[in-house]
């Protein structure tokens, strides 16, 4: 598979990276229902052996659990994999989730994950949410100095703005930012991945397919009661029906290039040459067989063209997003 290089790292990365959110499983406010953790394995190995070379999970993510699983997946191979993982979304002995960037808090979680993730050290580390605004620099320099101990290779931030971007930015370099990016999300694209491209800031893009919605197969009915979707926006009529409508337009595009409306999402994302790389959400290894082939191929441009005319009309449907995602 295709590496794009990271910024001012010197990590290149696969253009389709693995997303570990969904198999942290159901037990937790942003849970995505239940999860057979044997078939979660089974996919980040799959991925892997599909060329897949890094993995994106959180802390948050199932409560520890995913990067248990990321741990698990990747048992004897730690060095042949690149892990990122990040901070900022503490919880406690209830599971009620708050948001930290205190050098203490940081340097905790760090220790936390480094004991799930069951290695020494953390290729890319991300401050996960900006929401505690107070502590941003707090926690940036905490993990610049993590750095220089040897526990975290590179620094990166996820959900921050142009004005968080340069906060950082002034304290030590950011290698990546993680932004929300997909057919559906394409707010970045006016100030935040401006300022990327001038400083030389990877861009790894989430939700690529907005979280299973654009893979032109989504169906609500096999979404469990205590998937977080339920409570978004983008998931709630009358928008379901205008995305999946939408989704379902995807598929005369994708078809032209022998592919379907998944990977035609993710190859969207990755046709801007700066966007380092797509995260990609899978709960079974049959859904990341298909994914990674969003990898190593061009939309032309009139179908560029045609897909933003049917996001176009898909606009003028939408009801604004309110909806959560973390
Ligand atoms: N930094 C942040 O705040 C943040 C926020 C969101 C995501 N992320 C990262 O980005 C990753 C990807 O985002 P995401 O998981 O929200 O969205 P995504 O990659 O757009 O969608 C993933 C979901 O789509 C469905 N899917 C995947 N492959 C499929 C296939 N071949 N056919 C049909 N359905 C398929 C699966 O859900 P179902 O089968 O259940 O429908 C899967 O969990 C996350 O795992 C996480 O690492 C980060």
New binding site residues.
């Given amino acids: 598979m295709n590496s794009r290089k990271l910024g001012l790292t010197d990590l290149y990365l696969t253009e389709v990276g693995f997303?570990?959110?969904?198999i942290g499983g159901g037990d937790w406010s942003f849970g995505?229902?239940p999860q057979n953790d044997e078939e979660a394995v089974a996919a980040m190995r799959r991925a892997f052996e599909l060329g897949v070379n890094w993995i994106?999970?959180?802390a948050i993510?199932g409560l520890g659990h995913s990067e248990e699983l990321v741990a698990k997946a990747f048992e004897g191979h730690r060095d042949e994999i690149i892990i990122a993982t990040?901070c900022s979304q503490v919880w406690d002995d209830k599971g009620l989730i708050s948001s930290r960037l205190t050098a203490d808090s940081v340097r905790r979680e760090c220790e936390a994950s480094l004991k799930r993730l069951n290695t020494d050290y953390i290729d890319l580390y991300?401050i996960?949410?900006p929401t505690d605004d107070e502590h941003i620099e707090e926690g940036w320099k905490t993990i610049a100095r993590l750095i220089e101990d040897g526990k975290v290779r590179c620094g990166g931030v996820?959900?921050f703005n142009i004005f968080q971007l340069a906060r950082a930015q002034k304290v030590h370099p950011i290698a990546s930012l993680?932004p929300?990016y997909?057919m559906l999300r394409r707010k970045v694209e006016d100030a935040e991945f401006v300022y990327c491209r001038q400083n030389d800031i990877g861009i790894i893009a989430?939700?690529?397919?907005?979280?299973?919605l654009?893979?032109g197969?989504?169906d609500m009915k096999?979404?469990a009661r205590n998937?977080w979707r339920r409570k978004s926006n983008e998931f709630k009529e009358p928008n379901l029906h205008i995305n999946q409508e939408f989704a379902g337009r995807l598929w005369n595009i994708a078809l032209k290039y022998d592919k379907?409306p998944?990977q035609l999402?993710i190859a969207w994302t990755l046709r801007l040459d700066f966007v380092t790389a797509a995260?990609?959400?899978?709960?079974r290894p049959?859904?990341?067989e298909?994914?990674v082939g969003g990898a190593g191929w061009r939309i032309d441009k009139s179908d560029l063209r045609l897909i933003d005319e049917l996001l176009e009309e898909r606009n003028k449907k939408i009801k604004v997003a309110g909806g959560y995602?973390?």
């Fill in positions: 997303g570990a959110w969904a995505w229902g994106d999970t959180a993510y990040k991300q996960h949410w996820s959900n993680q929300p997909s989430y939700s690529p397919m907005q979280s299973g654009l893979t197969k989504f096999r979404v998937d379907t998944a999402a995260i990609v959400g899978a709960r049959s859904q990341i298909e994914t995602i973390p």
